[in-house]
């Protein structure tokens, strides 16, 4: 299974809406998961650091940023993972 | 077309749009609330809401929208999704058409249509987009730590964003623009005595650049500021080309230019919240939004005994 992770803020007002794309691909695809990176830990700010994202929210696949920044649709998403 | 004439219509879910609808409704107008986008506005995007006087422990914005939805929806408020496309003023009569095709009445009408976030639309600023290129300082500041950044903007969220961008960045940048900081904003005082922040003012960036990152921007007077983000914090009002139908007089960014009351130049129209550019806070589109519709409700009346 591929390791996918999704990085977020809490106070970032983009990120419920990513969350719910992932949601909505994981309804769709029984399965899927996903991990949540809070960069207002220390260790999600350190992991995100170490792959070098620099915006929330953000997709990650396998060690590798594929969006981010908001805006991203369900289509940005399923391209991202597939 | 709606054969229907309601006393207010208000274009906008935001706190303000909210307010003047309970308000109107509450005094058994005929009150239409028409949002092209999700009901609530940019307060949806606010995470904590800690200074709206009657939750000491703070509220979430979309928390706080809800109950604003529900109060006004209590008293006999309607809300549609419609996006607004045009407005006519007839005098006793205001016409509003719809992107989907319809068509509202009313007597009075209240805009309280927000700010929405703005693009920069320089050369580089989609390329390195997540690479350097941040729209929220709160959201993304941590990657920042201890690197040098430029808040781009003169709004109140870009005051905002360089106090918070300043605690944790080595160095911020404050370029507000040729059109400078849009109020004399209390903290911009002390910012300005804050060795880590340097105020870069009369001027436009032209470029962001880099190879893989953000590595500087270029500025019209053609400095070059070496740096590893670009915070862009830009809010514009986006109903100036609808409301120019009407005759609404706006100044020169957009805001619609309203007195006291909150009426603007045409009889009957009134605006309310952060199109009128007077805070850019929840508490004060609300009494904007009350304030409103109190006036429009006069109005309405003495429409009534003509």
């Known amino acids: ?82 | 077309m709606s054969e229907e004439t309601y006393d207010v219509i208000i274009v906008g879910s935001g706190p303000a749009g909210l307010t003047a609808a309970l308000y109107a409704s509450r005094h058994n107008n005929k009150t239409l609330v028409l949002e092209g986008n999700k009901v609530g506005g940019r307060a949806l995007e606010a995470h904590w809401v800690e200074n709206y006087p009657g939750f000491p422990d703070g509220i979430s914005g979309p928390d706080l929208m809800k109950l604003m939805e529900e109060q006004a929806t209590k008293f006999g408020a309607e809300i549609k999704q419609e996006t607004v496309i045009g407005i006519s003023d007839l005098g006793d009569l205001k016409m509003l058409s719809t992107r989907s095709g319809g068509f509202y009445q009313a007597k009075s009408l209240i805009i309280a249509t927000g700010v929405s976030r703005k693009s920069l639309s320089v050369k580089g600023e989609g390329e390195f987009k997540g690479r350097g290129v941040s729209y929220c300082g709160v959201c993304d500041g941590p990657f920042f730590r201890d690197k040098t950044v430029a808040v781009v903007g003169g709004g109140h969220e870009a005051v905002h964003d360089i106090e918070v961008l300043s605690e944790t960045s080595n160095k911020v940048y404050a370029i507000p623009g040729k059109k400078g900081f849009s109020e004399e904003y209390p903290e911009i005082e002390y910012l300005r005595k804050d060795p880590k922040i340097e105020f870069v003012e009369g001027v436009n960036i032209t470029e962001i650049g880099g190879e893989d990152f953000v590595e500087y921007v270029k500025l019209d007077d053609g400095q070059e500021i070496k740096l590893d983000g670009v915070f862009i914090i830009l809010e514009h009002v986006s109903t100036s080309g609808i409301l120019t139908d009407a005759g609404v007089s706006t100044d020169a960014g957009g805001c619609i230019l309203s007195d006291k009351d909150q009426k603007t130049n045409v009889n009957g129209i009134f605006a309310a919240g952060d199109c009128c550019c007077k805070g850019l806070q929840i508490v004060t589109a609300t009494g904007m939004g009350a304030s409103a519709a109190l006036n429009a409700m006069k109005y309405v009346k003495q429409l009534a005994r003509k």
């Open chain 1, 1 to 82: 299974m591929k390791r996918i992770e999704l990085f977020y803020s809490p106070v970032c007002p983009f990120c419920p809406h990513a969350r719910e794309l992932l949601e909505k691909y994981k309804a769709d695809n029984p399965g899927f998961e996903y991990t949540e990176v809070d960069t207002y830990t220390e260790e999600g700010i350190k992991r995100g650091m170490s792959l070098e994202v620099m915006a929330v929210p953000c997709l990650v696949v396998e060690d590798e940023i594929k969006l981010s920044g908001w805006p991203f649709t369900v289509d940005d998403v399923t391209k991202a993972i597939e």
